[in-house]
């Protein structure tokens, strides 16, 4: 998912005339509404018993996902990058629990969760496109105004 070499820049300060690799990915700033997987259930062994225990997701982690799984970029997401976001969730609930915070950043930045991250993906979000309609604009005819006030 990540783009190798240098953070990109923009046109006005691009000084080579070498064309970039990698074009920009403008995507539509609307939250993405498309089908997503949800969370699965999540198990820890019981160091005790060493038996497997279903846990529940932290609710940090739960709003974490909601906002993360509708970011307008994930309609590019495939598969592999919707499964790669779950284990960043797993990531995430341990984070909360205590743990893994610099796993975490390199994780979210992979996933573009940031504008600095985005812009080093070549990811741009853009204003929607309005519909065009085909109804010309109610403008009155010259030739009439000037039959009427001569």
């Given at each position: 998912m990540a783009v190798v070499g240098r953070k990109p820049?923009?046109?006005k300060e691009r000084r080579n005339r070498v064309a970039p690799v990698h074009d920009w990915?403008?995507?539509?700033?609307i939250p993405y509404t498309g089908e997503r997987p949800r969370l699965p259930q999540r198990f820890r062994t019981d160091p005790e018993t060493g038996t497997s225990v279903r846990?529940?997701?932290p609710a940090r982690t739960k709003g974490w996902w909601d906002i993360v799984s509708r970011m307008p970029h994930c309609r590019?997401?495939?598969a592999s990058d919707w499964e790669f976001a779950i284990e960043t969730a797993e990531v995430h609930?341990?984070?909360a629990e205590g743990t893994n915070a610099t796993e975490l950043r390199i994780r979210q930045k992979l996933l573009g969760t940031t504008a600095d991250a985005r812009r080093d993906l070549r990811i741009k979000y853009v204003q929607p496109k309005t519909a065009k309609t085909d109804q010309p604009a109610d403008v009155v005819n010259i030739d009439d105004?000037?039959?009427l006030y001569g």
């Amino acid at each position: 998912m990540a783009v190798v070499g240098r953070k990109p820049k923009s046109d006005k300060e691009r000084r080579n005339r070498v064309a970039p690799v990698h074009d920009w990915a403008e995507v539509e700033d609307i939250p993405y509404t498309g089908e997503r997987p949800r969370l699965p259930q999540r198990f820890r062994t019981d160091p005790e018993t060493g038996t497997s225990v279903r846990v529940s997701w932290p609710a940090r982690t739960k709003g974490w996902w909601d906002i993360v799984s509708r970011m307008p970029h994930c309609r590019l997401w495939s598969a592999s990058d919707w499964e790669f976001a779950i284990e960043t969730a797993e990531v995430h609930a341990r984070f909360a629990e205590g743990t893994n915070a610099t796993e975490l950043r390199i994780r979210q930045k992979l996933l573009g969760t940031t504008a600095d991250a985005r812009r080093d993906l070549r990811i741009k979000y853009v204003q929607p496109k309005t519909a065009k309609t085909d109804q010309p604009a109610d403008v009155v005819n010259i030739d009439d105004y000037r039959d009427l006030y001569g």
